[in-house]
Structure formats: C-alpha cells, structure tokens
C-alpha cells in the first residue's frame, strides 16, 4: 500500500523513523516533507500536499492512506480536512486508530507527535493501516452525506443551516 506522510518540524525526526518502519512492512512511502529542520516551518501545504496525494491517487484506484502528524495532531488534521474528498481523523489512542477506518473511513490520520512516544504512534499508525472500512450501511450513509456536503453545500432530506 501506499502511504503519505507529512509533518512538520516537530514530527521531522520521527518522519524519517516512520519511513523505514512503514517501508520494512512493505508499504510504498512517499514524504512531503519538510526535508530539514526548521523550527518556523508551517504544516499547512506539507500536509494539504500529502491529503491531495491520498486523494489523487485513491481516485486513481492506488490503495494508499496517508499520515499527518505535528506538536499536538490538531493542525495538522484541520489542514488535511481542507483537502476535497479528504477524511483526516486525530488518533490518540488505538480504539480511535480503528474506529478512524472502521467508521468512517478515514483515508488520513493525525497523530500529535508531542503526545506520545514513537512506538505508541507507529502502532496507532499500524492498526489503522491494517482495519478496514465496515461498510455498514449507517457509517457508509454518514460517510455519504459528508461527501455530499462537501461537494453541494447540502445533506439530501437533512436541514443544513441556522
């Protein structure tokens, strides 16, 4: 599969550990960077890049997801948002890193790099790599709707609006 990554400068070293520990496991890794430390770089378009990528590529038929990670996760996450046809979820623990797939079919997850230790990330990383999307009919219809929204402004038979 193929996967790709971007951080930030306080994710940059764990960047180039994720890479091998994702490439030893067989899976395809492209980074967007940063490609050096700079302790002013700003995350947004290192991590749009790597959502427009997923997303691209997804489209293309290419099985990928994709990781972004910085100090906490939550900027990192937004920015990816911000990509059409994204779906970036802030994983903090296993049971969101399964749930991420599982429900709502995640195609990108943001892990803060700050939070937690290196092991803990990769195996966050690995378990949501490894699960599936269920498919059940109630995550799929939700999943739908947000497709639907983003690309209508509208949920078909839901108010959106105040």
């Known amino acids: 599969m193929r996967i790709h990554i971007a951080t930030d400068h306080a994710g940059l070293e764990f960047s180039a550990d994720l890479s091998r520990h994702l490439a030893a496991a067989g ?12 302790a002013l770089d700003d995350y947004p378009s290192f991590c749009i890049n790597a959502a427009l990528a997923v997303v691209a590529d997804q489209s293309a038929g290419i099985e990928c997801l994709g990781v972004v990670f910085g100090g906490s996760g939550n900027g990192e996450q937004i920015a990816a948002n911000k990509v059409t046809g994204a779906r970036a979820a802030l994983v903090w623990n296993e049971s969101t890193a399964l749930l991420a797939r599982q429900h709502n079919d995640a195609n990108l997850i943001s892990i803060g790099a700050r939070q937690h230790s290196i092991d803990e990330a990769k195996h966050f990383i690995d378990v949501f790599i490894a699960e599936p999307f269920s498919g059940e009919p109630r995550h799929a219809r939700r999943v739908d709707q947000l497709a639907e929204f983003e690309s209508t402004g509208l949920i078909a038979g839901h108010e959106i609006g105040f």
């Open 27 to 38: 899976h395809d890794v492209v980074d967007h960077g940063p490609t050096s430390y700079d």
